[in-house]
């Protein structure tokens, strides 16, 4: 006959839906990790380059940031400011410097915004004596990780940053993001709704390696 700790166990496994590490006790089988969700959404989500013409809804853009700042970071500083951008007004104006810029990007005629067409940015920032890069990577990747299980598609990007960071004419849209005065802009990460399911890149496995003496 199962003991009362054991039927609570098992009903606590039931009702997660997975299976759990057994104890010394008794060993339950290794939670597939296709049941796993966190497994999941790491193995499934990719960099997104087309977004819907579509809203993200404040409530999911609210649980992505608050994803974020519970990254963790060294001796919980949280050296991180962080900045949601949903206005078509900012994205259109600064876009329209990046344009001035570079005019061959509107040879494109799928070019509506410098970050990837998407609907919203988020702006992450840091001390600007650095040494925080780590720390706001771990809140950028908890960020994207949770807009995957929200259904949203996301992608960091490096090439805004640079020439919102060294333009003159960008430098009133850095402004905006209101950043305390001793903070840079370190990310960018457009988010929003997917307009496509890219495949995964290969992975080199060869660069992981047990050491075992």
Do not use: H
């Amino acid at each position: 006959m199962k003991t009362p700790k054991l039927l609570f166990l098992a009903g606590l496994i039931a009702l997660a839906g997975c299976q759990l590490k057994g104890s010394d006790e008794q060993k339950i089988e290794k939670a597939d990790e296709n049941k796993n969700e966190v497994v999941q959404a790491i193995m499934e989500r990719r960099s997104i380059r087309k977004y819907k013409d579509k809203p993200v809804e404040k409530e999911k853009l609210d649980l992505v940031a608050t994803c974020g700042i519970n990254a963790p970071s060294g001796m919980n500083k949280q050296p991180w400011e962080i900045r949601i951008v949903d206005s078509k007004a900012y994205i259109d104006g600064i876009t329209d410097i990046f344009k001035e810029a570079n005019p061959k990007v509107q040879e494109d005629p799928n070019f509506k915004n410098m970050f990837r067409n998407a609907p919203c940015v988020i702006f992450i920032g840091t001390p600007a004596n650095g040494g925080s890069e780590f720390d706001c990577g771990l809140a950028a990747e908890n960020m994207m990780l949770a807009a995957y299980s929200l259904g949203l598609g996301t992608c960091c990007l490096g090439g805004p940053i640079r020439f919102m960071n060294d333009n003159d004419k960008a430098k009133s849209y850095l402004e905006k993001l209101k950043f305390s005065d001793d903070y840079k802009l370190l990310y960018a990460i457009a988010i929003g709704y997917p307009d496509e399911t890219p495949d995964a890149k290969p992975r080199d496995s060869n660069k992981v390696m047990f050491i075992y003496d």
